[in-house]
């Protein structure tokens, strides 16, 4: 079992991973290993960015989101060290 990645100060604070189908989020922080945040930095996972979530395999893992006309696919555990505010 993965540790909770966000910080103590974020706990209040929704996660991509608890978006559903069709919501729209701005991303206002990211979280875990320094060589994950990079990978995603790298896909343009930027804060103040705004997705829009799309799916989920049936299976809950991976999800799917939309960030500019792109289409990124990330592990449940990798999506909850962001943290979004809902719009």
Same mark, same amino acid.
């Given at each position: @079992?993965?540790? $909770? #990645? &966000?910080? #103590?100060?974020?706990? $209040? @604070?929704?996660?991509?991973?608890?978006? +559903?189908?069709?919501q729209r989020a701005? *991303?206002?922080?990211?979280?875990?290993? #320094?060589?994950?945040?990079? !990978?995603?930095?790298?896909?343009?996972?930027?804060?103040?960015?705004? *997705?829009?979530?799309?799916? +989920?395999?049936?299976? =809950?893992?991976? *999800?799917?989101? !939309? *960030? =500019?006309?792109? &289409?990124?696919?990330? !592990?449940?555990?990798?999506?909850a060290g962001i943290?979004? $505010?809902?719009?």
């Open positions: @079992m993965l540790a $909770n #990645p &966000r910080p #103590p100060g974020v706990v $209040n @604070m929704p996660a991509l991973s608890d978006l +559903q189908a069709g701005e *991303i206002l922080a990211l979280t875990g290993e #320094p060589a994950l945040v990079q !990978r995603l930095y790298e896909f343009g996972l930027l804060e103040g960015e705004t *997705i829009e979530f799309l799916g +989920q395999a049936p299976l =809950g893992d991976p *999800i799917e989101i !939309r *960030i =500019g006309n792109a &289409r990124v696919s990330l !592990r449940k555990a990798e999506a943290s979004v $505010n809902i719009l």
